[in-house]
């Protein structure tokens, strides 16, 4: 295989996806380095949970048994403080302010792409690469971020936030490939997890339970609801709880 002497970082949770997106890279002659984050500590035991998430030991060994097939270093790095700070809690305010949050915005925006570009200077990485379906197109200069062949899996959406610094650098391997051939490049691989399930919902709330995650980071304030005349319809269990609830009056 001919070597390409472009270093790339690959942000690699251990699922398909980002595995896929390395292999990818190696097959194109990229110098690939791996790295995984772990960005919550996971309280959930439930398997059935866990496939719905991610920082898992099982999601790292996944990983880096990705990068010992195509023979590619693997780092670790614990941001638990800062996806607490940055994601976590502003999750909540947001709540509290009566808005509803994106918290993989968030993720992406204040946390995820600042700390990988630290960390492919540091390593000496020219691109940073992502298992995200979506695609990056250049023209007279400009780069763009454009929806995945696989239009039920694109994630397009949640990379708006990204300027043209970021985006020169960037790659998507996995924009041109459905789903199906995905999994089937990482089953040619021999991957144990080639048919992990997609991730649900939100990484630290997996289980999809967002009133009782509110619950035990906010005391909710009882109080009444009123129409447009001001008349007295109910009371209400708390205006947080209300929002993640259509209620009946």
Do not use: W
Not at 30 to 55: A, E, H, Q, W
């Amino acid at each position: 295989m001919k070597k390409n002497k472009s270093r790339v970082l690959v942000a690699m949770s251990g699922g398909v996806d980002s595995s896929v997106a390395a292999i990818l890279l190696h097959e194109q002659g990229y110098d690939v380095v791996g790295i995984t984050m772990r960005l919550f500590d996971n309280p959930f035991k439930n398997s059935n949970v866990l496939n719905k998430t991610c920082c898992s030991l099982d999601d790292v060994n996944d990983a880096r048994k990705t990068c010992s097939v195509i023979g590619a270093r693997h780092y670790y790095t614990n941001m638990v403080d800062d996806f607490k700070n940055k994601v976590m809690n502003k999750f909540v305010n947001e709540y509290q302010k009566g808005r509803t949050p994106h918290p993989c915005l968030s993720c992406n925006h204040s946390l995820k792409f600042d700390s990988l570009f630290n960390k492919a200077d540091e390593l000496g990485a020219e691109y940073i690469a992502t298992g995200h379906h979506a695609k990056i197109t250049e023209k007279d200069g400009k780069f763009n971020v454009e929806k995945a062949l696989d239009n039920n899996k694109d994630q397009s959406y949640v990379l708006f936030t990204l300027n043209q610094e970021k985006l020169k650098r960037l790659l998507f391997p996995v924009g041109n490939y459905s789903k199906e051939d995905i999994r089937n490049i990482a089953k040619k691989y021999n991957l144990s997890h080639a048919e992990k399930p997609d991730s649900q919902d939100i990484c630290f709330i997996p289980n999809g339970n967002y009133r009782e995650f509110l619950k035990n980071k906010i005391k909710p304030i009882k109080g009444f609801i009123y129409n447009e005349d001001g008349e007295k319809l109910k009371e209400h269990s708390g205006f947080i709880i209300s929002l993640l609830v259509k209620e009946k009056v």
